[in-house]
């Protein structure tokens, strides 16, 4: 057993290693969070940090104002290989909280004036934050705006969004959470809005008449579009989650089916009897609306599907691409062979929120040979393994594959289409496909960089593309 004074200095051995260990700790910190919090209204910060601080009466002085923050965060990332330097990643943000009784055009003003005073000091503030690391977020009760990345480059469409959402609050939103448009990232402007749901239909409605896009979702409804709502469509939605044993009704428009789930099991009457109902929906679509498939899914099993108001959609072919002559049917030419053809990747473009790549296959033999059909398209991350949970899904419901006789020397092109996917936190993106042309066929790897464009696509797990038939392509 050990005596008293030995345990006397076993325990003031025991602090010591602590207060070593609590330094070292304090130390990590230090290092990671490089700057400290600033705010104007008036939290403790360095020496060589207060000229943001002056700025507390000048922003104070625009109508609307309540409060701004700003916060530089910086992290230091470890060098990844043996010998190479640490490297300090800034990222800077900016709070502002408006005034609650604004109007959308006082709120716009506003968000106006206090970016042309902040925009300039934060600058200085977090000179080493660049304009793709930086935000800016305006609130205001249940209203959030946020401008993702440049966001204190450029105030574009703040003021427009900062409007809208108040529109959307005075027509029923109990919340709304908006983003604007970023062409340099190509995500479009988008609106969540939370309200009840007989609020939904007019919510549309006011989105619809400021053209701006909207999720919606009230109790078991929910309407999703990267595109201005449709009234009607959102109707129907409400409508079928309305309908007895219904747990929830999903459309997220304007290519998927509308989804209604129901407590039910394989066999049970209930999934027959909301199927009937949707098959004999009038109010969709009207005027130029197009048919829109339904699916009636059971949560315990049991699935049934048709065409809402019993609408089915004209069968449709790719169109060419390019405005050349259509080749010449020859319905006694032969199908083509793996060996016919050279697949290549054909390049790819991006529209605000819209993303597309093209794929080719060149006839190489001396004569005609047809082709019909889908090619097949896997996604490949530069390790080489497969992108998990993609789904691939028809180019458009009612598209059917299409015979074409590729002459010599000529080529067929198809067309993989999805919505831009966000890269943040830097995850696997595709740099090349598994494409399979024709049925049988061995699969074929293509990289899918281009010379002085993007070298990879932003197809990330989980992602949804829509691939098209084989359609002729230009020369």
């Not at 660049?130 to 966001?151: D, K, L, N, Y």
């Not at 480059?153 to 003021?159: L, Q, T």
Request: aromatic residues 4%.
């Amino acid at each position: 057993m050990l005596d008293s004074t030995r345990r006397r200095e076993l325990r003031v051995g025991i602090v010591a290693v602590g207060l070593v260990l609590l330094a070292v700790a304090g130390c990590a910190v230090a290092m990671l969070w490089v700057r400290p919090r600033v705010s104007a209204a008036g939290t403790t910060t360095p020496e060589g940090l207060s000229r943001f601080l002056d700025l507390s009466y000048e922003w104070r002085s625009v109508p609307g104002v309540r409060e701004v923050l700003a916060v530089d965060e910086s992290r230091r990332i470890p060098g990844e290989d043996f010998g190479e330097s640490d490297r300090v990643e800034h990222s800077a943000s900016v709070e502002v909280a408006l005034e609650e009784d604004l109007s959308g055009a006082e709120a716009a003003a506003a968000s106006q004036e206090v970016l042309r005073v902040v925009r300039p000091e934060i600058t200085r503030l977090a000179p080493d934050a660049p304009p793709a690391r930086t935000s800016v977020t305006f609130t205001m009760g249940q209203i959030r705006v946020v401008v993702g990345e440049h966001g204190l480059d450029r105030g574009d469409g703040i003021g427009d969004a900062l409007a809208d959402a108040v529109a959307l609050s005075e027509a029923g939103a109990t919340s709304v959470s908006s983003t604007v448009a970023d062409p340099q990232t190509g995500r479009p402007a988008q609106a969540d809005v939370e309200a009840p749901p007989d609020r939904l239909v007019a919510l549309a409605t006011v989105a619809h008449g400021r053209q701006r896009p909207v999720d919606l979702h009230g109790g078991k409804a929910w309407y999703r579009s990267n595109e201005v709502p449709d009234p009607v469509a959102v109707r129907l939605v409400v409508a079928a989650s309305e309908q007895p044993s219904v747990t929830s009704a999903q459309l997220a428009a304007p290519y998927e089916p509308l989804i209604v789930l129901v407590e039910a099991a394989e066999g049970d009457r209930v999934i027959d009897d909301v199927s009937r109902w949707l098959t004999s929906y009038h109010g969709y679509p009207v005027g130029s609306g197009q048919p829109l498939a339904y699916a009636v899914e059971g949560t315990r099993g049991g699935k049934a599907e048709g065409w809402v108001g019993g609408k089915t959609p004209a069968a449709t072919t790719m169109p060419p691409f390019g405005d050349g002559a259509p080749w010449p049917a020859d319905p006694g030419a032969p199908s083509c062979r793996p060996s016919d053809l050279e697949v290549t990747f054909g390049g790819q473009d991006a529209a605000l929120g819209s993303r597309q790549a093209w794929l080719r296959a060149r006839n190489l033999g001396r004569h005609a040979c047809a082709i019909e059909g889908v090619p097949t398209v896997e996604f490949l991350n530069a390790a080489g393994a497969r992108q998990t949970d993609v789904t691939a899904k028809p180019y458009e419901p009612s598209m059917m594959p299409e015979r074409i006789v590729v002459p010599p020397a000529q080529s067929v092109m198809a067309v993989i289409d999805w919505q831009a996917m966000s890269t943040a936190n830097d995850p696997d993106v595709t740099t090349e496909l598994l494409v399979t042309a024709l049925p049988g066929a061995t699969p074929i790897t293509l990289g899918v960089a281009v010379i002085d464009g993007p070298s990879d696509l932003d197809i990330l797990d989980g992602a949804e593309v829509r691939i098209s038939p084989w359609a002729q392509a230009a020369d």
